[in-house]
């Protein structure tokens, strides 16, 4: 099994509002960004990179409370939505972005899980 590393930032809504329009073009902030190394010109200078994930914290709060579960679950959900487009998943299709919701709902499940047997 190959090593991969991932950097993980948290920041509030005015950070992350400044990255989606410098990048995405969009003036508003968002929940997660993914930033992968796994494109562009130069991809192969380290292979072991897969990218960077940014969570907005106040954002994540937000949800977390309209979703009624804890801030960590939210960002638990977050990282994985992150992990998975820098592995090549996208939601901008309609089939896609169901794809990726059971995937993301797989790995949240597995989580869960492995969290309950080292509680044990």
């Known amino acids: 099994m190959q090593t ?3 950097s993980i930032t948290f920041v509030a809504d005015r950070k992350i509002r400044e990255l989606n329009h410098q990048y995405r ?3 508003s902030p968002t929940d997660v960004l993914a930033f992968s190394m796994r ?3 130069f991809q192969e200078i380290n292979p072991h990179l897969l990218g960077d994930v940014v969570i907005s914290v106040e954002t994540a709060q ?3 409370i309209e979703a009624g579960h804890s801030l960590e679950e939210e960002i638990g959900i977050l990282l994985i939505h992150g992990l998975l487009h820098l592995v090549g998943y996208d939601h901008m299709a309609e089939e ?3 794809h990726m919701r059971e995937k993301e709902h797989e ?3 597995q989580i869960q899980s492995e969290l309950t047997d080292y509680a044990s």
Do not use: I, N
Request: glycine letters at 12%; proline letters at 0%.
């Open 62 to 64: 937000r949800q977390a």
């Open 107 to 109: 790995l949240w499940q």
């Open 96 to 98: 896609d972005a169901v």
């Open 39 to 41: 494109e562009g010109e």
């Open 4 to 6: 991969q590393e991932v």
């Open 25 to 27: 073009g969009l003036d």
